[in-house]
């Protein structure tokens, strides 16, 4: 029995370290994030396998079985919702993977609240992990902006993965349980937000706001209950921002991202001027977008509750493709391609992930705050990169999506709040 146990300890930190591992590379790697969420699902198996009949001494509580319950029906509705829907289009339903997955990931999630319970290095391994990517993702970034290199996905999609990325790193700067992985957690938190302003993805600028609250919020209750390590992280951080900022004011790069926010905010101006400014706009990247919802707004509304299908949808983006002079292959708003693609029914279908997060988030914030900021980053995250983009029509960002939710309990280390005594 000892040497079960051994073997026991030794083979789940090694699954852990070849996980954080694959995290760590899966900003510049498709097959990263791939082999990460097979792995991710390999391991809940065997976990679920060899701690079915133990007498565990603990047991999550009312409120993070609750949670989990919502998220798992949300992302099942959801699910459900989609394949009805192409059914009654008389649609292949293959194209549901984002939902599949996501599905798989809530019962993903489940089995490691109830079997398993994260330690100090297990926390460690993965930290190392989210520190290797913010790095791997500071230099895909740079390569997106300034060097023209490719990447695992497109950079809007791309973007769309680092901001879920980011609210991982921040629900672990609050939830783990050691000095040294909560430093490795605000490093790549940081790193991680730089990358994306580096990359010039707008769609993803929400989570560097939300990394900033949530931030913010952390170093108040360090502030208040622990001066020290709140004089630590700032003078940490202010050294940081001083050295990485200097070596891209250095390289006249700063004005480039900035420039992107400056540049959308006039097209923004002349989409609400008059003709003239508007057929200047049509072609930049705010105007093509504005064109699309007001292609997909007369389209849908033709048919709002079963939408037009598949074969209508396509028309849409061909005639969109046409005014514009180039390939879009979708709408570029994940709510508006559901509405035109299969009415209210779509919609309600893609509405229940982010919404399922976010409620997942909000039970959890007594029980596991933690990952409570995870689960509502991560909607909040979705819901506004999906205003700019289709991420779900790519399989990175469905892959990254997975795997950032079934990761917080992973790696959440039960306490007093989560967890309560099992009753023999």
Known sequence: MPRLNLFRTRFNTFVLMVLAFLLGITPVSSSAINLAWISLFVFSVWILIDRWHDRRKIEPSAEVGQALTVLMVAFSLGLALMIAIKLYWSEPVR?????????????????????WAAEARHQTAVGVGVVMASLLALAQGYGYMF?????????VNWGAGMALFVSLAISMVVGNRTKR??????MGAFALVLAIFV???????????WC??????????????????????????????VVLLGALLAKDQLAVPLDRVM?????????????????????????????????????????PWVGVGAEGLARVVQRAELDLQAPLFHLHNEYLQAWVAYGVFGLLATLCFPVGLLVAGFLLRHAAPAPALAMAGFGLAHFFSGLTNVNTFHNFYGTVFAVCVALPFLTFVPGSTGYRAKVS
């Open 95 to 115: 194209g549901v993977s984002f939902e599949l997955n996501a599905v798989v990931a809530a019962g993903i999630s489940m089995v490691f609240a109830r079997f």
């Open 147 to 155: 060097m023209g290199h490719s990447g695992p996905t497109n950079a």
């Open 181 to 186: 992985s909560q430093w490795f957690a605000v």
């Open 199 to 209: 990359g010039g993805r707008r769609g993803a600028f929400f989570s560097i706001f």
């Open 212 to 241: 900033a609250m949530v931030g913010g919020y952390a170093l108040r209750q360090s502030l208040v209950f622990n001066r020290q390590t709140a004089r630590r992280l700032l003078a940490l951080t202010a050294f940081l921002v």
């Open 263 to 303: 540049v959308a905010a006039s097209e923004v101006k002349a989409m609400a001027g008059d003709e003239s400014d508007r057929a200047l706009a049509l072609r930049s990247s705010v105007g093509s977008r504005f064109h699309m919802v007001e292609l997909g707004l007369e389209t849908g509304s033709t048919s």
